[in-house]
């Protein structure tokens, strides 16, 4: 197979990992946006999770105005960059352009988003004033996509922020998730800059919230807390030889690689276990380390996976192979993983039965597990009378106030796990849900 | 096979497409290069007393990702001198024997014109066309559309030059004046065999927003220019029907202004043009444009059974009538092919804020076909012109064609209304929302203020 050689260098490394979606040069800016049709009450708007004004912002790319593009996109969504760049897109806003009706290439919106966004955090320009001074403070816990949106609408709103962050650098999963042919972290950090520098918000880094001491500190030095904890690491399958070398969680390859890059140590032969989207990104991701082969085995069938029927797409072209309807049993090996037990299912009435006898190996030197997230139910059990679902969610209401008063909510931590896109609206929206709690 | 041979007032052309009088017609090269290209006829680059030009001369209007859709000159007429010009004339001619050869002249006094007249005749040119319509630097100096502008001199012009003139006269006609047909009627009274039209029209293309100048800037500083390119072509094809139609004037014609295809050729072929002269499509394209314009003029008269130009030539005229001959009975009103709608909604908000509110959108959010009012609609076309999609919203007659009564009619019958109020005005019964409903619909998201 191997379609890509393993990166040595820096420079492999980015041919590699070149950009889904590189930044267009203002020609191609300008030649993409001339093709909208400027819909009315347009499409895009109703699909896009955080409504932003698209036809406006692109007429203004058109019209030489990038600055009010960039400031259109911001007025809807904080994450405007990151977004521009790992939204679903096609699912999304470019999913319902008009043009797919008429077998069209729909308009390049993301591209076109992060084309604008890019102008602005490039020139630093100041776009936002923020609101009159309410004397009043927020915590929020986590500098990713919610709690940095919810900090930016705050500041608008004329509260004062501070954000406490676990990690050296904000952005969340946009610098230590997302697969970086999607968004380089100097990007991710920059976005965060800039937004910082238009609205002086605080972020204190290598600052966790770890138990209900921390809490108390907040709950006494800030008037709300706005939870951004997103969720926790790879959750443990529970099967015999998860201990050993080789076998990682798929997030937690991802972040590695972020940060390592051809650095990373990444497996010749690699099963990533899974069928959602971050399964698809570990897979497309090692094919791009050069891999051998690259294996996604999942328990059900092809239709019945979580991740974007595009994902799946690129992983394959990347080089990726799949195996449907196995369920894994063993890691084999002697400290370092060399293979793993399968075992055969049929998925009758959605329930998955394993057929007997069925069992085979699958040799390889590195499993990623894209089997989900865990919650993080310990540290959210520290805050008291907060109520978490059965899928350990935190609930909310319409305010996203949580059960306990002072606390909101939004992102990963509340919706389970969904886009960047969904935390930053949601949390935009929290943010009015805080200050309406604290004019109370 | 059609025929594409031209004679306008006796100059002969292997085709009617000729390169109008402008810079790509500035030297015999790039003449020499055109007709071996394919263009049938070139009117040379203004000869007269030789200019000095200015740096930075063109200017252009450019609608989103289209260049040049209309286009601007401060350019004067040649800066060469006389015998080099008339040097490379004769060598194209010797050359290229059944092309056409046309010098354009503007120059001063009497004796200027009939000195010019014969050097260029001596030389070979074919024909001569007569430069009364440049609008911006040779007219502040008497020349160019100073004279187009003032049909007595222009005449007086006119007759100087047939005084020597051994071949076809054509006067080039400015359209910075309100009545073209008389400059026309001028013309032919002074002896012109033919006339051209449009030349450029007086305009300012843009201004430079952050340093308060027009464009094109010469050292901060700009003037006006010359209009052309195809933003102009719907106002020469109404000055060339103008003239076509004119009883008194009753010449040949030249059309000018926009042509950059087969189809615009064939437009003002059938509003009374023998052949049409070409600048902006090929300062943009290159001489190139000639291989799309032959076939394309070739299969139309083919497909249509027209020999000859002649065959075709003013064949639109007489479907152009005064507003008050037009049938008021004839009623189309839009029809939306639902299955090609890919649901813009572009001729909702097009009827809805720009016309006549005859578009109504479904109630369901998840159906964008927009679906047309029929007792509203006027049959404007405007939603079927906005429309994105080809052949998705046409206009369907609904009269059964047994009526006719115009505007004339009614007027000869007194039946017309007088008055302010009168109960004969024609929007009395249209159906028109109340002004507050305006205030009370709902609106997308994002469209309000």
Same mark, same amino acid.
């Given at each position: ?440 | ?62 609608? #989103? @990702?289209?260049?040049?859709? /209309?286009?601007?000159? =401060? *350019? %004067?007429?040649?800066?060469? !001198?006389?015998?080099?010009?008339? $040097? ?29 007249? #014969? @050097?260029?005749?001596?030389? /070979?040119?074919?024909? =001569? *066309? %007569?430069?009364?319509?440049? !609008?911006?630097?040779?007219?502040? $100096? ?308």
């Amino acid at each position: 197979m191997a379609e890509y050689k393993k990166p040595t260098t820096e420079a492999e490394f980015a041919a590699n990992f070149h950009p889904k979606k590189p930044l267009m040069t203002d020609t191609e800016a300008y030649y993409e946006s001339s093709r909208c049709l400027y819909c009315y009450d347009a499409p895009c708007i109703t699909a896009c999770p955080t409504g932003i004004d698209i036809p406006t912002f692109i007429r203004q790319i058109n019209n030489d105005n990038k600055d009010g593009a960039a400031k259109t996109i911001y007025d809807s969504n904080w994450m405007g960059h990151a977004c521009g760049n790992v939204c679903p897109t096609e699912e999304l806003c470019e999913g319902a352009c008009v043009y797919n009706h008429s077998d069209v290439k729909p308009i390049e919106i993301g591209r076109l988003q992060a084309h604008a966004t890019d102008k602005v955090i490039r020139s630093k320009k100041k776009l936002f004033r923020t609101g009159k001074d309410t004397g009043k403070k927020v915590a929020v816990i986590g500098a990713g996509p919610a709690g940095v949106s919810c900090a930016c609408e705050l500041r608008m709103l004329g509260h004062a922020v501070d954000i406490y962050e676990a990690r050296e650098k904000p952005s969340g999963l946009c610098v230590y998730g997302v697969a970086p042919y999607k968004l380089t972290n100097e990007e991710a950090v920059d976005e965060v800059t800039y937004l910082q520098e238009q609205f002086g918000f605080n972020v204190h880094y290598s600052k966790p919230v770890t138990g209900r001491a921390d809490f108390e500190k907040l709950e006494k030095d800030y008037d709300a807390v706005f939870i951004g904890i997103g969720l926790g690491a790879t959750s443990a399958l529970g099967i015999p030889g998860e201990e050993k070398q080789g076998v990682m969680g798929a997030l937690e390859f991802v972040e590695v690689l972020r940060n390592k890059h051809q650095a990373t140590p990444a497996g010749n032969r690699v099963i990533v276990l899974g069928g959602g989207n971050t399964a698809m990104d570990a897979a497309s991701e090692s094919c791009r380390m050069g891999a051998e082969s690259v294996t996604i085995a999942y328990r059900r069938g092809p239709e019945e996976m979580g991740a974007y029927s595009f994902e799946f797409d690129l992983a394959k072209k990347s080089g990726a192979k799949a195996l449907f309807n196995v369920t894994p049993m063993e890691f084999l090996g002697d400290g370092n993983v060399t293979g793993v037990k399968f075992i055969r299912n049929s998925s009758v009435n959605g329930k998955l039965e394993v057929i007997p006898g069925s069992e085979f190996v699958e040799p390889c030197d590195m499993v990623l597990l894209g089997t989900g997230q865990g919650k993080q139910v310990k540290l959210l059990e520290q805050v008291p009378g907060l109520t978490l679902d059965h899928k350990g969610r935190i609930v909310v209401n319409e305010q996203f106030q949580t059960t306990n008063a002072k606390y909101f909510t939004a992102g990963d931590a509340m919706n389970g796990g969904v886009e960047v896109v969904n935390a930053a609206a949601e949390a935009r929206r929290a943010a009015h849900g805080i200050d309406g709690y604290l004019k109370k | 096979m059609a025929d594409l041979r031209t004679n306008l007032a006796g100059i002969k052309s292997p085709n009617p497409f000729w390169l109008a009088s402008a810079p790509p017609t500035n030297s015999g090269y790039q003449i020499m290069k055109a007709f071996d290209a394919g263009w049938g006829g070139a009117v040379w680059k203004t000869l007269g007393v030789p200019v000095v030009n200015v740096s930075s001369r063109y200017g252009s209007v450019n609608y #989103r @990702d289209k260049r040049m859709v /209309g286009f601007n000159n =401060i *350019e %004067l007429i040649t800066d060469r !001198p006389l015998k080099d010009n008339l $040097r490379e004339i004769s060598e194209v001619k010797k050359r290229f024997q059944d092309h056409a050869v046309i010098a354009s002249l503007m120059v001063e006094t009497k004796e200027e014109w009939h000195q010019i007249v #014969r @050097d260029v005749v001596n030389a /070979g040119a074919d024909g =001569i *066309e %007569l430069n009364f319509g440049c !609008p911006h630097g040779m007219c502040e $100096r008497g020349m160019g559309s100073a004279v187009g502008q003032e049909p007595k001199v222009l005449q007086m012009i006119v007759e100087w030059v047939k005084e020597v003139a051994k071949v076809p006269v054509i006067t080039k006609l400015t359209p910075n004046i309100s009545d073209i047909t008389r400059p026309a009627r001028a013309a032919r009274a002074g002896g012109s065999d033919a006339i051209s039209l449009i030349n450029t029209i007086q305009s300012i293309v843009g201004v430079d927003i952050d340093q308060f100048v027009p464009y094109p800037i010469v050292d901060g500083k700009s003037t006006n220019g010359g209009y052309c390119g195809p933003a102009v072509k719907p106002i020469a094809l109404n000055m060339v029907k103008n003239c076509a139609q004119h009883p008194e004037v009753n010449l040949p014609i030249s059309g000018i202004g926009g042509v950059e295809n087969w189809r615009d050729a064939v437009e003002f072929i059938l509003l009374g043009a023998t052949s049409v002269q070409v600048c902006t499509a090929v300062m943009h394209f290159g001489f190139g444009i000639i291989r799309e314009m032959l076939p394309g003029l070739e299969r139309y008269m083919d497909e249509k059974g027209f020999k000859t130009i002649e065959d075709f030539r003013g064949k639109a005229l007489p479907n152009i009538r005064h507003w008050e001959d037009l049938n008021l009975k004839y009623k189309v009103t839009a029809s939306i092919n639902e299955s090609k709608c890919i649901g813009c909604q572009l001729c909702y908000t097009a009827c809805e804020d720009g016309a006549h509110q005859a578009i109504a959108l479904s109630s369901d959010p998840a159906n964008r076909i927009p679906s047309i009012i029929d007792e509203n609609c006027v049959g404007c076309n405007l939603c079927s012109l906005v429309c994105p999609v080809e052949d998705c919203i046409t206009m369907e007659r609904r009269d059964d064609g047994k009526e006719h009564l115009t505007w004339g009619e009614r007027t000869a019958a007194g039946n017309i209304p007088k008055t302010f109020d009168d109960p004969l005005a024609g929007g009395l019964h249209h159906w028109v929302p109340e002004p507050a409903e305006a205030l009370a619909k709902k609106k997308p998201r994002h469209y309000k203020g």
